[in-house]
């Protein structure tokens, strides 16, 4: 397929024109025209670059990718020997940060729902990127936490008293950390996002309300996945999500 068409699509599936964001959206940097092999990932870091060379690919799909604001525009030492890597083998980068997110079927946040039985109540946070809900049935604090890890494939750092009984929950993906005190006020049991800060534990403690710190690369795996598996049965291309191990 061409790359326009993949581009064109994915902006209309996501919408990133709606969301105030940290970088930029969609096609970041441009590489040959066709697209025959996709390799999807969490953050378009080195490794999988290499992967993405090694494989052939025209195109790469992440959801962290490059230009964040704040960050130094100097093309040198690691950004240097990324872009080159991209450049010299004519592969396109595509990045959706908030969009991919927030999708209402295919994102983070959705994913996890889908994936842990949760049920979606409503959005909070800004841009209405967090999502509340409740369990299917109700549950003990540890047996949402060994749910999650086996979901997951990794132990959650969890705060809160085992045997305390959850029945709704709030969750957003990745460093969302900063919405803790808005889903308290919710009235929710518990609240599940990838990392987790040092005032952070001190609000769950004090409130009552568990926090459950899942890992931020973790609890955005599965929305790109989604993303790739959805471009594949579409367009019939060769889509593989790679999975780079990352402990935070």
Request: contains cysteine; charged residues 20%.
């Given at each position: 397929m061409k790359r326009e068409e993949l581009v064109d699509y994915l902006d209309g599936l996501l919408v990133p024109g709606k969301f105030r964001d940290y970088c930029p959206n969609g096609l970041q940097v441009e590489g040959r025209a066709e697209i025959v092999r996709l390799v999807a990932g969490v953050t378009a870091s080195q490794a999988?670059?290499?992967?993405?060379?090694a494989r052939n690919a025209d195109a790469i799909l992440v959801h962290h990718g490059y230009f964040w604001k704040g960050e130094d525009g100097r093309v040198t030492g690691i950004r240097r020997k990324r872009l080159s890597s991209l450049l010299a083998n004519d592969i396109n980068l595509l990045a959706y940060h908030l969009p991919l997110d927030a999708h209402p079927e295919l994102g983070n946040n959705a994913q996890l729902a889908q994936r842990l039985g949760w049920v979606e109540e409503g959005r909070f946070g800004e841009q209405d990127i967090a999502w509340l809900g409740s369990l299917v049935g109700p549950g003990t604090l540890a047996e949402l936490a060994a749910d999650v890890a086996r979901v997951l494939g990794r132990a959650p750092l969890v705060i809160g008293?085992?045997?305390?009984?959850?029945?709704?929950?709030?969750?957003?993906?990745?460093?969302?950390?900063?919405?803790?005190?808005?889903?308290?006020?919710?009235?929710?049991?518990?609240?599940?996002?990838?990392?987790?800060?040092?005032?952070?534990?001190?609000?769950?403690?004090?409130?009552?309300v568990a926090y459950l710190a899942a890992g931020h690369h973790a609890t955005e795996r599965f929305g790109v996945q989604a993303l790739a598996e959805h471009v594949a049965q579409q367009f019939g291309i060769a889509c593989e999500f790679v999975d780079l191990d990352n402990p935070v």
């Open positions: 999988l670059l290499d992967v993405a060379v008293e085992g045997s305390k009984l959850i029945r709704r929950i709030a969750w957003c993906s990745g460093g969302a950390q900063s919405y803790f005190e808005q889903a308290i006020a919710l009235g929710i049991d518990a609240y599940l996002s990838g990392e987790i800060s040092e005032q952070t534990v001190h609000l769950a403690r004090e409130s009552g």
